[in-house]
């Protein structure tokens, strides 16, 4: 895909509502042992035909950006409207094609339905998802039926919505010039002359709007969730040298550690228990020690590469679990450094990140202090 070509998406989470309960925004509450807006930008980061995403925040929360380094973050406006017109802006220099936008507290969007909006926009300026409404309508008030509607040629209405970049920026200048107020953003290129073709919705993108809705996405991500566990287990010798590399952490040392990369054992068994859950082998299959430009490398880079994978397959790594086995030296007082580093490097949040450190009792190579040792436990989950 050509520069020129990239297909944005633009979630929108600038919102502070609670209707949905609970003392903070839907997008931050749990779902499922993770947040809201953590499975719907997942949903996008393994999206094939997705090349960016921009994340909408709400002023107030733009600290929230630097938990999402991968994404790029810009601050919302009082309204959906105005949120989405800040969004296409901080894109527009930036040789966007296509854009689809999407409500952040729709975190079951399926790869399909962006598939099916991406490929639309092929043949057209605007594609959204839609379902076909099959219950009777009403018109209510004060508790009793006022009257009925004809349900024919009604759809209910979903995200993504996915655009002509060029088309839909000119829209939103020209709805904001005449004092915005739109349901969503297909109504605002329909006021702008623009045809949208629909492709069909799933009853599984549900918008979570009250307390009940959580409950119901969350039956639905633990009646179809994949997962994965993975271990992995790294030695390295000792040889001379004043310092150690571990989990991303220098540590000064009468001895370093010896490998064809910078020999960081406890980054190497994480990585390998991400490729083992995979069932993609170890870092050896990916990065071979015979090749010479792997010498000295920083094995945050191998770590990535593992993560990266995982989130293309539409994995979430729910939590790792270190244990770096030596006599010496001691890692307590560095664990939290390493807890630290390593949550940034896989762009998680450090509560699932753990590193702790046993010795062996004096025996065998890691008594006699010969090398260090780690061991590594991987979940991955895929709604």
Known sequence: MTKTSQTAAIIVAAGLGLRAGGDMAKQWQPLAGRRVADWTLDAFRAAKGIDQILLVLHPEEMHRAAEF???????GGATRDASVHAGLGALADQDIARVLIHDVARPLVSPQIIQDVIDALACAKGAAPALEVTDALWRGGQGTVTG????????????PQGFDFAAILAAHRAHADQGGGAADDVEVVRAAGIEVVMVPGEERNLKLTRAADFARAEAMIRTDMDIRTGNGFDVHRFEEGDHVILCGVRIPHDKKLNGHSDADVGMHAVTDAIYGALAMGDIGRHFPPSDPQWKGMDSAHFLRHAVEIARKKGYTISNIDVTLICEYPKIGPHAADMMARMAEIMGME?????????????????????????LASTTLVKP
């Open 69 to 75: 380094p991968d994404v790029q973050a810009v601050a």
């Open 350 to 374: 450090i509560d699932r990140v753990s590193i702790k450190a046993t010795t062996s009792e004096r025996l065998g190579f890691t008594g006699r202090g010969e090398g260090i040792a780690a």
């Open 148 to 159: 009925t509607l004809d349900r024919g040629g009604l759809y209910r209405a979903q995200t």
